[in-house]
């Protein structure tokens, strides 16, 4: 039975990023050696990286003055590493979910912050619209995709401040207007690679501005000025991504990616609309084009968990909503296909027809 891949992370790669990683863990270059017990430092792995970040900064149109590195930790390491770089003063935090939320958390080590404004009052059904962001701080830190709750900011906000992001789940898959941001991070396992690698792109003339000793490894500088090699980076997931960036470029970049993320959407959202058992969970304007959240109406409360088994039945993969939120969440990324899209609404369709 084929399978349709809609898990929020570690999630769905292309079918060739897999392959072509496939071959390089068997045997790296022909050297012999598999992509897994190869060095970091030897002399065919810095390629690798070279032709990553200038794919990165091809493919996003990256400004000069800007470095890329990969790090491990995740994003969660982000949610501190951000802060303890960048925190001088005061910095301010748009809260719309748990990743957003977590983020705030760990700032508050560093210094002050203020929750500009947050949507946790609707179990963060909507981007908070309307607020003030204050001049007094150093950056505004936004998560762009909540994967929890299927929310998105599409679009690069017009602040009086620096702006940071967490775009772990939307990344690539949309134009970014990169000159205004200190920072964009993500996690690499939605959009990018196989999970164990985190991109950073770092703005070079904010960093060293922090009044604090920064550790070593916490410090970017450390990682920029050694070009990702100060300490064993994540071979595999880095090469992973490196294909994964061959494959957007070679289907178009980020505009075609953006392209394809509506249709998708315009799909899945429209057969939400229409029938009869299922309702979004976000306002629409607000809706996420990566993670498409729905419910059972009330009425057909009951039908959930049947939805959920006949769905697998038919090959569906981890459409199973976050607990926080209940129901479904389909996950859109890059890699998902309109034939995968459509195989979930001829699922719906069909379990509506039956019931």
């Not at 392959?19 to 690798?48: C, W, Y």
């Not at 789940?169 to 949309?174: C, G, P, T």
């Not at 410090?219 to 994964?244: C, Q, W």
């Amino acid at each position: 039975m084929k399978k349709y891949n809609f898990n929020a992370g570690p999630s769905m790669l292309p079918r060739e990023v897999i392959e072509n990683t496939a071959k390089q863990i068997l045997d790296f270059n022909g050297s012999g050696l598999s992509l897994m017990e190869i060095s970091h430092r030897a002399k065919d792995f810095q390629p690798v990286v070279d032709e990553a970040v200038a794919l990165i900064k091809d493919l996003l149109q990256i400004p000069d003055g800007y470095s890329v590195i990969f790090l491990g930790g995740g994003a969660s390491l982000q949610f501190c590493q951000v802060p303890c770089n960048f925190l001088i003063k005061k910095a301010a935090y748009l809260n719309t979910g748990t990743w957003a939320k977590k983020a705030l958390k760990e700032a508050k080590h560093f210094g002050e912050t203020v929750e500009v404004a947050s949507s946790a009052d609707a179990n963060y059904s909507y981007i908070p619209k309307g607020w003030d962001c204050p001049t007094d701080v150093d950056y505004l830190h936004i998560t762009t995709n909540n994967t929890i709750y299927g929310t998105e900011i599409r679009k690069d906000l017009d602040v009086p401040v620096r702006l940071i992001a967490d775009m772990s789940s939307d990344i690539f898959s949309r134009p970014v207007d990169v000159a205004k941001y200190d920072c964009i991070y993500g996690g690499a396992q939605k959009n990018l690679a196989m999970a164990g690698v985190t991109l950073i792109i770092l703005k070079d003339e904010c960093l060293g501005k922090a009044p604090r000793d920064i550790p070593t490894m916490l410090d970017y500088r450390t990682h920029v000025e050694k070009g990702s090699m100060f300490n064993t980076p994540p071979v595999v997931p880095i090469y992973s991504a490196l294909e994964t960036l061959r494959w957007i470029k070679k289907n178009g970049g980020v505009e075609a990616m953006d392209k394809l993320a509506k249709q998708r959407a315009d799909i899945l959202y429209s057969e939400i609309d229409r029938n009869k058992l299922f309702r979004g969970t976000v306002n629409e304007e607000d809706r996420s084009l990566m993670n498409i959240c729905f419910v059972m109406n009330p009425e057909y409360a009951e039908l959930e968990k049947p939805f959920f088994e006949y769905a697998t039945s038919l090959g569906m993969v981890g459409i199973k909503g976050h607990r926080s939120v209940g129901g479904f969440r389909a996950s859109c990324y890059n890699a998902q296909t309109i034939e995968g899209v459509n195989a979930l609404v001829n699922a719906m369709k069909e379990f509506e027809k039956n019931n």
